[in-house]
């Protein structure tokens, strides 16, 4: 079988995130724009041919089980195939940067590669879908503008931005902020072009720093220098530079305060072609 392959699996920003309804099966609709990154995890499969299913990495205390890398790789499995996995997380949890989700498309199409499976992407998006409303996005391997309940994807073009990222020391559930009796949920739909008119928010965000005084602070920290926006339902909040230059000034200038990152938004994911 194939040698170790070893792949960054990237992190994500949501630029905005409007909740427009909630279902009848407790699922909200929303309309958001996923935006990659060429920072994230790395994580490296080595197939083998015993059945097995193997992790290891700087994981945390997430149960080898529940581990999202494990459930998508069982999920492509067949007859005698099996995979030791290693993983290097840089992407920190609750933080609304996609991690687990990244983790469980970069899975999918890593094996899918290595076990020779060569399911279409589509039927990959439709897997991946089971386990987290963002996986799809990141097996499309594209930027992206997401309705529905994120599943509805349309790639996008989007001029090159360097984004600066604040971590406040806190995790943020999204179940919690989803089930939140405040979060708005009645947001009017937007088109494209309202977006690059600059109307747009995150709904979760008044909510989030309310609950969090970190993401609060961080929030404030980052608005001396900008319009700050958090990403997702997480903690980490951003703000985004025509160049890298601006980015690293701006991070000088906040004087060690926070963990930051410093990344750069692609249109593409930094996945080999092959996979994608």
Request: one cysteine or more; a neutral charge; hydrophobic letters at 40%.
């Given at each position: ?8 699996s990237p ?22 724009l ?6 994230g995890?790395l994580?490296?499969?080595?197939p083998?041919?015993?059945g097995r ?5 700087n994981?945390?205390?997430?149960p ?28 920190p ?13 970069t ?19 439709a ?7 963002d996986?799809?996005v ?5 930027t ?12 996008i ?9 604040l971590?406040p020391g806190?995790?943020v559930?999204?179940?919690?902020i989803?089930?939140?009796p405040?979060?708005t ?17 995150n709904?979760c965000?008044?909510?989030v720093r ?6 609060d602070?961080?929030?404030k920290?980052?608005?001396k ?15 985004g530079?025509a160049?890298?230059?601006q ?10 305060d ?12 930094p ?5 994608v």
């Amino acid at each position: 079988m194939p040698d170790t392959l070893t792949l960054l699996s990237p992190a994500k920003l949501n630029l905005f995130l409007h909740i427009t309804g909630r279902r009848e099966d407790g699922y909200h609709e929303l309309q958001t724009l996923f935006q990659l990154l060429d920072w994230g995890d790395l994580l490296s499969f080595t197939p083998n041919r015993n059945g097995r299913i193997t992790l290891d990495g700087n994981l945390g205390a997430i149960p080898h089980r529940d581990n999202l890398i494990v459930r998508a790789a069982s999920l492509l499995r067949q007859d005698n195939l099996g995979a030791h996995i290693s993983v290097v997380k840089q992407i920190p949890t609750g933080a609304g940067l996609g991690g687990g989700s990244s983790n469980a498309a970069t899975t999918l199409l890593a094996l899918n590669h290595l076990w020779g499976r060569h399911l279409p992407r589509a039927e990959l998006q439709a897997m991946g879908g089971t386990l987290g409303a963002d996986v799809p996005v990141f097996v499309g391997a594209h930027t992206a503008w997401a309705e529905g309940t994120g599943e509805i994807l349309s790639n996008i073009e989007l001029p090159e931005t360097w984004y600066l990222i604040l971590v406040p020391g806190c995790h943020v559930s999204t179940g919690e902020i989803f089930s939140h009796p405040q979060l708005t949920r009645n947001s009017i739909p937007i088109k494209m072009a309202t977006f690059f008119e600059g109307n747009s928010r995150n709904d979760c965000q008044q909510l989030v720093r309310q609950l969090h005084p970190q993401v609060d602070k961080a929030l404030k920290a980052l608005d001396k220098f900008g319009e700050a926006r958090l990403t997702g339902t997480g903690a980490c909040v951003f703000l985004g530079f025509a160049s890298e230059v601006q980015a690293r000034v701006t991070r000088e200038r906040l004087q060690g305060d926070w963990t930051s990152i410093l990344a750069r938004g692609v249109n593409t994911s930094p996945l080999p072609k092959e996979l994608v």
